[in-house]
């Protein structure tokens, strides 16, 4: 008979038997349900799925016209939604969506007092479905969409109405977990969408646009129950917004941003496992700030900031704003390079006076022992200033040889029993990152060297604990063979260039050749790889160290694994090449 109804027509007749029959319907449920939960032995009905259609009801919510109609099938959605919450819950936006464009904008008690109901009832089954069969990340999204809906309408919303129905949402979701994101979204649609307003209207007794005006009061009604993080979350994603769409705009504002967001990062480093909304929504600004600006901006605002922690003595935001222009050095051109080499370097060696003040964050990350991640951030950032800066960063490197050399054994699990970062799995992935970053500062050292960098006392510093990093099977196979070819041979091979000396020379090779002679077929293979391209590298002045060589290749033609006696082959065929003389002969 109801499906009848919604197929005869949209009238006044129709809408009255419609709801005649919804209130028949809410009747009858509501007294079957309540028998149930009375355990009362009178009545043998049960309210079963096959026979009650919740489709059928979302549909009338969907095409009627008639505010009662709609408000009736709502209430009889909200009694049953318990009890099926499943089908109630797969129509959860299509009943969200009808109370965004049609029920919040009503301005009567009852509709109130509907839009009450049905979040009381609708949003803990939603929320309790959503942490039972999804992930953190999963419910947050669902609970974003449906709180959109509200944010969508908000100025639609009766004004005096506006807070109580955002209250009743946010009450029902819980402030501590989900405030931050109506906040948001909240000023998300006022930066996007609300037109901008021109002088005159910005001046008008020094109000508020509305969109701003609400969402400080929703704030306030939440502040004496909820976190601080909460409202700095919420800060947070609107200034992401504001560098999404408008960061062309916020030059004038850049030192202050930039020196809030490396100090509130600071203070919420990034973490292990799990991050907090926070955090997630600090790296993703840094991320922005790093990427969205043009550097003939951001270089010198990075200046400014610098002289500001400097001159506050807030040395923990440097490490932060150093990441900051890390992450910008690493994601410029070529071209953008050329272009601001000059303001580049007058930043580094005019303003920051480099030498020192590079030793200066040297000497933040290597001398915090509670904070080791703090080393990943500054040979990252080392990396990145090798490689754009070239043998400009070379001339202040040397405080970087006896730290390397410390590191490259403490993250070798063949010379120590307990790593630099810890044993876990994400604690070998630091180690194995830090190992990257320090091989690759480490070649464009010697890359750029035209100045004498590798000194005798400095080669003999870092020459074992380089080559030992043949034997350091640190992580996954692939790991491994990705630190190798990727790093550690072209590391090697240009540190012997570097050396520019036939003693030297003669000791990195002998000590090379020592690791062909290791139990591990995997070492032994990735000797021969780093062997090739210091011969590679070296050329004709390889030809003084061969005789040495000879009797450690006679061994691996014979050796045990097929692999490691195809890749010595291999090796002898292009020295062969590389020195011009047939080496049949010495086997």
């Known amino acids: 008979m109801f499906r009848r109804s919604l197929e005869i027509g949209n009238g006044p007749d129709e809408h009255y038997l419609q709801q005649v029959i919804l209130s028949c319907l809410y009747t009858c449920v509501q007294q079957v ?50 009890r099926f919450s499943e089908h109630v819950l797969h129509n959860i936006m299509a009943i969200f969506t009808f109370m965004g464009a049609s029920l919040v904008r009503q301005d009567d008690t009852y509709s109130f007092q509907v839009i009450s109901q049905t979040i009381e009832t609708i949003i803990p089954a939603l929320l309790e479905t959503s942490n039972q069969t999804g992930t953190t990340d999963e419910t947050k999204k669902t609970v974003a969409m449906v709180t959109r809906v509200f944010v969508d309408a908000v100025l639609d919303i009766p004004q005096h109405r506006r807070l109580p129905v955002f209250s009743k949402l946010i009450h029902t979701l819980g402030p501590k977990q989900y405030l931050w994101i109506p906040l948001g979204q909240v000023f998300d649609r ?175 990350a290597t001398q915090d022992s509670e904070c080791q991640d703090k080393v990943l951030t500054f040979y990252r950032l080392s990396d990145s200033l090798a490689s754009k800066l070239k043998s400009l960063f070379v001339l202040f490197a040397g405080h ?32 194995c990152m830090l190992l990257q970053y320090i091989l690759s500062t480490l070649e464009k050292c010697f890359l750029y060297d035209n100045e004498g960098f590798v000194t005798r006392e400095r080669f003999e510093t870092l020459m074992q604990p380089l080559l030992d990093q043949v034997e350091n099977l640190l992580g996954t196979d692939e790991d491994y063979q990705d630190r190798i070819i990727k790093f550690l041979v072209p590391c090697v091979a240009q540190f012997a260039v570097a050396a520019k000396d036939n003693s030297l020379w003669k000791s990195l090779n002998y000590q090379l050749l020592l690791k062909t002679r290791h139990t591990s077929a995997k070492v032994r293979y990735a000797a021969l790889q780093v062997i090739r391209e210091v011969v590679v590298k070296l050329a004709e002045d390889y030809m003084v160290l061969l005789p040495e060589a000879i009797p450690f290749l006679a061994e691996l033609m014979e050796d045990d694994s097929t692999e490691v006696e195809q890749q010595c082959q291999s090796v002898i065929a292009e020295m062969e090449q590389v020195l011009g003389e047939p080496l049949a002969k010495y086997f």
């Open 190 to 364: 006022h930066i996007t969408k609300q037109p901008v307003q021109g002088p005159a209207e910005e001046k008008v007794q020094g109000t508020l646009p509305p969109l701003v005006d609400f969402a400080v009061s929703l704030s306030q009604c939440f502040q004496p129950m909820i976190h601080n993080e909460l409202l700095l979350l919420s800060v947070t994603t609107t200034l992401q917004r504001l560098l999404e769409n408008l960061a062309a705009f916020l030059s004038s504002y850049l030192p202050v941003i930039i020196n809030q967001v490396c100090i509130l990062s600071a203070g919420h480093p990034d973490s292990e496992g799990q991050k907090t909304p926070l955090q997630q929504r600090l790296k993703v600004v840094r991320h922005h700030l790093a990427t969205s600006l043009a550097s003939r901006v951001l270089v010198p605002t990075i200046e400014k900031c610098y002289l500001f922690f400097i001159e506050t003595k807030q040395d923990k935001g440097i490490g932060q704003l150093m990441s900051i222009f890390s992450e910008h050095l690493t994601a410029m051109s070529k071209e953008d390079l050329n272009a601001h080499i000059l303001q580049m370097q007058n930043f580094f060696v005019g303003s920051l006076n480099y030498r020192s003040e590079h030793y200066k964050l040297f000497m933040w």
């Open 33 to 82: 349900l309540s028998s149930e939960d009375g355990n009362t032995r009178e009545t043998s009905v049960k309210l079963k799925e096959e026979h009650f259609q919740v489709e059928l009801i979302v549909q009338v919510i969907r095409v009627s016209e008639n505010p009662q109609t709609q408000n009736l099938a709502l209430l009889l959605l909200n009694l049953v939604a318990s």
């Open 400 to 431: 970087l040889v006896k730290n390397v050399s410390y590191l490259l054994d403490q993250n070798n699990m063949a010379k120590t029993e307990s790593l630099y970062f810890g044993g876990e799995a994400g604690d070998v992935q630091k180690s």
